[in-house]
């Protein structure tokens, strides 16, 4: 990095949070501080709901994710779009209405203390793991990048973070969304072109998606009905649609944006922006990945991605035969870049040779299996080393051919994606354990200061859990899949608690309550036997909650505490 980068890197990361501190301090009140007195416009509840669920971990490891596998990851994001339509139409009147702080003070109006804590506590295991991770992905770049110690890294991201949120609330964590995504978007378009111009001269747009689908990266959709495989279109669909109304419907990290809004009308039309941009969205950070993919197709690139793991295999015995792989890398990427330029060549003569093509997949496919050897090496080196380097690939080709300026600007770029994530994480999490947990239980008349006060006590709290889980998180696979790992194990529970909710009047306290807990317990040993997808736990898990419910319910002679919603709201 050079002295252009730090100063456009440190720049825009202090100026988001100074600007965060200043413009939001001095709250007087709870409905203030957890939803800055409902003066939000849409416009900024979607961007604000956008930069939410784009973590850092969303432009570390997509573009990875599409190096490796192509844009199939897509599919991931078919159902989200329906779970917006359900949540406008059903969950935000609803809320709003009864004027909540949080989505699972609901809970007890419908049914009991037990169910509201119960789907209060699953919420904060897996926020306070995901937002963890969501600080430790920028913390793995730059203790890479600068070779500082990765835990300290975690602490200082997380203490950037603590600042802006404990000062200033929802109102802080909106206003700075709205700086954040803009930084976040003109960082990748500048990319993308930016690629684009490093491409051979004879090699078009058109051309280069004419490699990149010769190597299947282009394939966005799979029909296939394996349960065993990860990204289908019918996974994405089901899986995803009841992932994304749990998360947009549920989680109160997304909640809380939209429960900001100045009206219903304009929550609803925020998520409706969300439900129009984000698989465009998402769909262009892989076609990134995708051109990476082609740019590394006249470029060199690393035996592995992961420079951490090159040293320890350059400080054992195997080093030699480590560089053996290396050099028989640059013999076949010498003749992948020849074929690739011959292949592009005879396309635009309107001609697609087969020999050329096959050639050029057979060199691929002998990259691939060079790199698999070089995983086996590190793995024989060191057993508990992370093989998996998708979360490198961008890294890597940042950091080598991005011109002076721009290496600052994506850095900013997935820090401010961490910071915002992470800063809706927090807020979420103090929001309810204040709410949820503190003031539900706590004895006596305490005034708004003290809770505004708690609010701020419990966001530096949790802030200090997230930097832990980071300290001590590990890669798996990768990043991104890690975290809708995580939210996929308990999405689904706390979903069916509230499918049950709005929908079955039927459902009473005590059928809902244990029904939650068996099937939470049943998720989480079918996520440890592994059978299925992660995507299909959303189902299984919100499925399991409402039938096991109605089975309890059918069978107890007492009957429900609470059958129907409040009075004037109905689903």
Same mark, same amino acid.
């Given at each position: 990095?050079?002295?252009?980068?730090?100063?456009?890197? *440190?720049?825009?990361?202090?100026?988001?949070?100074?600007?965060?501190?200043?413009?939001?301090?001095?709250?007087?009140?709870? !409905?203030?501080?957890?939803?800055?007195?409902?003066?939000?416009?849409?416009?900024?509840?979607?961007?604000? %709901?956008?930069?939410?669920?784009?973590?850092?971990?969303? @432009?570390? *490891?997509?573009?990875?994710?599409?190096?490796?596998?192509?844009?199939?990851?897509?599919?991931?994001?078919?159902?989200?779009?329906?779970?917006?339509?359900?949540?406008?139409?059903?969950?935000?009147?609803?809320?709003?209405?009864? $004027?909540?702080?949080?989505?699972?003070?609901?809970?007890?109006?419908?049914?009991?203390?037990?169910?509201?804590?119960?789907? &209060?506590?699953?919420?904060?295991?897996?926020?306070?793991?995901?937002?963890?991770?969501?600080?430790?992905?920028?913390?793995?770049?730059?203790? &890479?990048?600068?070779?500082?110690?990765?835990?300290?890294?975690?602490?200082?991201?997380?203490?950037?973070?603590?600042?802006?949120?404990? *000062?200033?609330?929802?109102?802080?964590?909106?206003?700075?969304?709205?700086?954040?995504?803009?930084?976040?978007?003109?960082?990748?378009?500048?990319?993308?072109?930016?690629?684009?111009?490093?491409?051979?001269?004879?090699?078009?747009?058109?051309?280069? +998606?004419?490699?990149?689908?010769?190597?299947?990266?282009?394939?966005?959709?799979?029909?296939?009905?394996?349960? !065993?495989?990860?990204?289908?279109?019918?996974?994405?669909?089901?899986?995803?649609?009841?992932?994304?109304?749990?998360?947009?419907?549920?989680?109160?990290?997304?909640?809380?944006?939209?429960?900001?809004?100045? &009206?219903?009308?304009?929550?609803?039309?925020?998520? #409706?922006?969300?439900?129009?941009?984000?698989?465009?969205?998402?769909?262009?950070?892989?076609? #990134?990945?995708?051109?990476?993919?082609?740019?590394?197709?006249?470029?060199?690139?690393?035996?592995?991605?992961?420079?951490?793991?090159?040293?320890?295999?350059?400080?054992?015995?195997?080093?030699?035969?480590?560089?053996?792989?290396?050099?028989?890398?640059?013999?076949?990427?010498?003749?992948?870049?020849?074929?690739?330029?011959?292949?592009?060549?005879?396309?635009?003569?309107?001609?697609?040779?087969?020999?050329?093509?096959?050639?050029?997949?057979?060199?691929?496919?002998? !990259? $691939?299996?060079?790199?698999?050897?070089?995983?086996? +090496?590190?793995?024989?080196?060191?057993?508990?080393?992370?093989?998996?380097?998708?979360?490198?690939?961008?890294?890597?080709?940042?950091?080598?051919?991005?011109?002076?300026?721009?290496?600052?600007?994506?850095?900013?770029?997935?820090?401010?994606?961490?910071?915002? *994530?992470?800063?809706?994480?927090?807020?979420?999490?103090?929001?309810?354990?204040?709410?949820?947990?503190?003031?539900?239980?706590?004895?006596?008349?305490?005034?708004?200061?003290?809770?505004?006060?708690?609010?701020?006590?419990?966001?530096?709290?949790?802030?200090?859990?997230?930097?832990?889980?980071?300290? %001590?998180?590990?890669?798996?696979?990768?990043?991104?899949?890690?975290?809708?790992? #995580?939210? &996929?194990?308990?999405?689904?529970?706390?979903?069916?608690?509230?499918?049950?909710? @709005?929908?079955?009047?039927?459902?009473?306290?005590?059928?809902?309550?244990?029904?939650?807990?068996?099937?939470?317990?049943?998720?989480?040993?079918?996520?440890?036997?592994?059978?299925?997808?992660?995507?299909?736990?959303?189902?299984?898990?919100?499925?399991?909650?409402?039938?096991?419910?109605?089975?309890?319910?059918?069978?107890?002679?007492?009957?429900?505490?609470?059958?129907?919603?409040?009075?004037?709201?109905?689903?």
């Amino acid at each position: 990095m050079q002295l252009l980068d730090w100063i456009v890197l *440190s720049f825009t990361l202090i100026f988001i949070v100074v600007y965060g501190v200043i413009k939001t301090r001095g709250s007087k009140n709870v !409905e203030e501080y957890i939803l800055g007195n409902n003066q939000t416009p849409w416009w900024t509840v979607g961007l604000s %709901v956008m930069a939410t669920q784009a973590s850092a971990i969303t @432009f570390l *490891s997509t573009p990875g994710q599409a190096y490796h596998d192509g844009l199939g990851f897509v599919q991931f994001y078919f159902g989200l779009p329906l779970a917006m339509l359900v949540i406008c139409i059903t969950f935000i009147p609803i809320y709003h209405r009864l $004027k909540v702080f949080t989505a699972y003070e609901f809970l007890e109006q419908r049914f009991d203390v037990k169910t509201r804590t119960l789907a &209060s506590l699953l919420f904060m295991v897996q926020r306070g793991l995901g937002t963890g991770f969501t600080i430790l992905a920028p913390a793995i770049i730059l203790s &890479s990048l600068l070779g500082w110690n990765l835990t300290l890294m975690n602490v200082i991201i997380g203490i950037m973070v603590i600042i802006y949120t404990v *000062s200033g609330g929802t109102r802080a964590v909106n206003v700075t969304h709205t700086q954040q995504t803009f930084v976040i978007f003109a960082g990748l378009i500048i990319t993308f072109f930016i690629i684009l111009y490093a491409l051979p001269e004879e090699l078009s747009f058109d051309n280069a +998606l004419h490699i990149a689908g010769a190597n299947d990266k282009l394939n966005a959709l799979d029909f296939s009905f394996d349960p !065993e495989k990860r990204y289908t279109i019918w996974s994405g669909l089901a899986g995803g649609f009841f992932l994304a109304l749990a998360y947009f419907g549920t989680d109160q990290s997304q909640v809380q944006r939209y429960l900001s809004g100045k &009206s219903i009308r304009e929550s609803q039309m925020g998520l #409706i922006m969300n439900a129009l941009l984000k698989i465009p969205m998402q769909f262009f950070i892989l076609l #990134i990945g995708v051109m990476v993919f082609v740019f590394f197709q006249f470029h060199e690139a690393p035996l592995h991605f992961n420079p951490n793991n090159t040293k320890i295999v350059a400080n054992s015995q195997y080093k030699r035969d480590y560089q053996q792989l290396e050099n028989e890398l640059k013999t076949v990427e010498q003749e992948k870049e020849e074929i690739s330029m011959l292949y592009v060549n005879q396309l635009y003569q309107d001609y697609d040779n087969k020999e050329l093509h096959n050639r050029m997949v057979a060199l691929n496919n002998q !990259e $691939k299996d060079l790199r698999e050897q070089a995983r086996e +090496l590190i793995t024989t080196v060191d057993a508990k080393a992370e093989v998996n380097d998708k979360d490198y690939v961008f890294l890597y080709f940042i950091l080598h051919y991005l011109p002076r300026g721009m290496i600052g600007l994506l850095l900013a770029v997935i820090i401010s994606a961490a910071m915002s *994530s992470s800063a809706s994480g927090l807020n979420a999490l103090a929001s309810t354990t204040a709410i949820d947990l503190y003031r539900r239980n706590i004895k006596g008349e305490k005034s708004e200061k003290h809770y505004v006060n708690a609010t701020r006590l419990f966001t530096l709290l949790w802030g200090a859990v997230a930097i832990l889980f980071a300290c %001590v998180g590990t890669m798996f696979e990768n990043l991104i899949q890690l975290v809708n790992i #995580i939210g &996929s194990i308990f999405y689904g529970t706390v979903l069916g608690i509230f499918l049950a909710a @709005f929908y079955l009047k039927y459902i009473g306290a005590r059928a809902i309550f244990w029904s939650a807990l068996v099937s939470q317990a049943t998720v989480i040993y079918i996520w440890y036997i592994d059978i299925v997808s992660f995507l299909w736990l959303n189902i299984i898990g919100a499925v399991l909650t409402v039938l096991l419910a109605f089975l309890i319910q059918l069978f107890n002679k007492k009957p429900p505490l609470q059958t129907e919603l409040p009075e004037n709201i109905t689903a």
